[in-house]
């Protein structure tokens, strides 16, 4: 199969279509469970209060319950807006379907979707656009005006060149780009390799998320081969002879793949994986919803 399409053709016409589903699911579904979807641990230090059953062990001040003998805890309150970084690598490897879609039209719907989730929310959204040939910062800002053509403007960029190289993201500039407690939303393909150097420590400054868009082909080799398709990460066309070899190598290669990404992001409910073929909103909607069931807004997934 080729590529998809590499660039969106309307992302303001596109943006406004999604907009009513995301106003809609707020005021009507997200609506009083609590105030942003991303509200996490995006909090301020109030006080040293004594520790009580049920409260979080990682809020527990060390220093403080060694000098008095008994458990003390920081307690903290909401900020009134979460700042929400998205970071997205465009690598080649996105502009692949195997159907009527991309993985990168389906990610850059994704980032769309969130943008616009954050809009709504009152929070501050802005990106970081890893490309081959450098990335591309928008600094957080907040209303809908400003959102809007920030999340067109990331939507709209073209594509990376075929057999271009991977996108470096800039670590050690995202570590400074929002304040501590901001939501790391890292969008990409995540092919299996080892984590950033000094993710650990952006892992303690920010609530880390990551949302991946698999093909179908990728979860499951088709059925009918031989099959020819075109490898947008050695730039080629290849053939699926559909042999043990291959299915056994597919195999592999995904297993790597998924431990790689569950090692980036330990915490079940910080993943997020959409196929292309699923409808992506409604995704993103029952992915928000588990976080609130299980007490996402403490911090506790």
Do not use: C
Not at 44 to 49: C, G, R, Y
Not at 202 to 216: A, E, I
Request: glycine share 8%; aromatic share 10%.
């Amino acid at each position: 199969m080729l590529p998809g399409n590499s660039q969106v053709p309307n992302p303001l016409a596109l943006l406004r279509q999604l907009e009513w589903r995301v106003r809609h699911a707020v005021e009507n579904i997200l609506s009083g469970q609590y105030r942003s979807a991303f509200r996490g641990r995006g909090i301020e230090f109030d006080q040293v209060v004594r520790y009580q059953f049920g409260d979080d062990v990682r809020d527990i001040d060390w220093n403080v319950t060694a000098r008095l003998g008994e458990p003390y805890r920081k307690k903290f309150t909401e900020e009134r807006e979460v700042t929400l970084l998205l970071v997205l690598e465009d690598s080649p490897t996105l502009v692949f379907g195997s159907g009527a879609q991309s993985k990168r039209e389906a990610l850059l719907e994704l980032a769309g979707l969130v943008m616009l989730l954050g809009a709504v929310n009152g929070d501050r959204v802005g990106f970081v656009h890893a490309m081959p040939d450098g990335p591309v910062f928008r600094e957080p800002v907040r209303g809908r005006g400003a959102i809007l053509h920030a999340a067109a403007s990331l939507i709209g960029r073209p594509a990376p060149p075929l057999g271009r190289a991977e996108p470096e993201i800039p670590w050690r500039f995202i570590s400074r780009a929002a304040p501590k407690h901001s939501v790391l939303l890292w969008l990409g393909d995540f092919p299996p390799r080892p984590e950033p150097e000094g993710w650990a420590v952006l892992s303690r400054r920010y609530q880390t998320m990551g949302f991946r868009v698999d093909d179908p082909w990728e979860r499951k080799l088709p059925a009918e081969v031989p099959i020819t398709a075109y490898d947008p990460s050695a730039g080629r066309l290849v053939t699926l002879e559909g042999s043990q070899a291959d299915r056994s190598a597919h195999a592999e290669w995904r297993s790597r793949r998924d431990a790689a990404w569950e090692s980036l992001f330990p915490r079940p409910l910080s993943r997020l994986v959409v196929s292309t073929s699923d409808d992506r909103f409604d995704a993103l909607v029952r992915f928000f919803h588990a976080r609130m069931r299980t007490g996402a807004s403490r911090g506790r997934w």
